[in-house]
């Protein structure tokens, strides 16, 4: 039973480093974008109204609005 459980960590830990690595890979190719200003701008601003449009979409959806 204790190689079940050492086994089931050991999945844990490669889940969890594949999932860093491939986020690794993902924001290095954001990297050059923030050399300048106003592609910075652009990348943040579009993360930033992503986010807002993704919870107004789950705000609605499972209708929590208030008004």
Known sequence: MAD?????GRYCSYFITIT???LYVFFQRFV????R???AI???SLLVSSLIFIGFTLRAMLG???A
């Open 20 to 22: 860093l690595g491939v």
């Open 32 to 35: 050059p974008l923030f050399q």
């Open 64 to 66: 929590l609005n208030t």
């Open 37 to 39: 200003p106003v592609s």
């Open 42 to 44: 652009a990348v943040i």
């Open 4 to 8: 079940f459980f050492k086994n089931v």
